[in-house]
């Protein structure tokens, strides 16, 4: 059994620029969720897929976006990229239903100049 | 407001001694409770969970934690620390209405010393 594994794992990007991260998950798991989390800080949740649809949304704004696949992996697509995007991007996947347990990648590490 | 309160940032322990990390959450209803641990530049690994049940929950790694309704506490604890446990430590909580969504509390980061 594969964990979920991201890429890629460090990524530095300049002001206004796009970019691209991407998720697979682990064997038999259907939903995908991203966490940001800054320096210091506990994960944020940004939104979940399940089925290759979005099914839930924290607190992010729409530049924030995101893909699910049929093969369960995942994109988080951040436009317009801001300094405070600087973070470590968290990528967890889970079986059906609010009871299973999310598992996590080691996260892909994005420093914006 | 749903929100996770881990009130201790830096803890410091020796190697040997017992641990005990806080966490209180503010919820309507009895929420999924969550305990992970992250090494230094590593995503995070799940210690224990709980869901429904017994209330005193084992974990991996020697760990547990205890869900006390009254006190809308969830603490973990380790009778006898490792050097190897030094990690920053996250209290999560999830809500069925809650889109399956974590809410992390903001860490406590763990040192143990010789």
């Known amino acids: 059994e594969t964990g979920v594994t991201q890429s890629p794992t460090h990524l530095i990007k300049t002001r206004g620029q796009q970019v691209t991260l991407r998720c697979s998950s682990q064997?038999?798991?259907?939903?995908v969720s991203w966490y940001q989390q800054a320096l210091g800080q506990g994960p944020q949740f940004i939104f979940q897929y399940y089925r290759e649809e979005e099914n839930g949304r924290g607190n992010f704004p729409p530049r924030f976006s995101g893909l699910q696949f049929p093969n369960y992996s995942s994109e988080l697509n951040v436009n317009a990229l801001e300094l405070d995007d600087s973070a470590l991007y968290l990528c967890a996947s889970s079986g059906t239903g609010p009871a299973e347990t999310q598992y996590f990648g080691p996260g892909t590490r994005l420093l914006v100049l | 407001a749903q929100s996770v309160t881990q009130p201790d940032i830096h803890i410091t322990v020796s190697e040997g001694a017992s641990l005990e990390l806080r966490c209180n959450y503010s919820y309507g209803a009895t929420p999924y409770l969550f305990w992970y641990v992250q090494s230094p530049g590593q995503g995070l690994q799940l210690l224990l969970k709980?869901?429904?049940?017994?209330?005193l929950v084992q974990g991996i790694k020697g760990f547990e934690a205890e869900f006390k309704r009254s006190q809308s506490s969830f603490n973990l604890r380790k009778p006898s620390v490792h050097w190897s446990d030094a990690a920053e430590y996250f209290c999560a909580v999830g809500t069925p209405n809650s889109g399956y969504a974590l809410n992390f509390g903001k860490g406590t980061s763990l040192l143990v010393t010789p």
């Open positions: 709980y869901f429904s049940g017994d209330t």
């Open positions: 064997s038999g798991h259907n939903t």
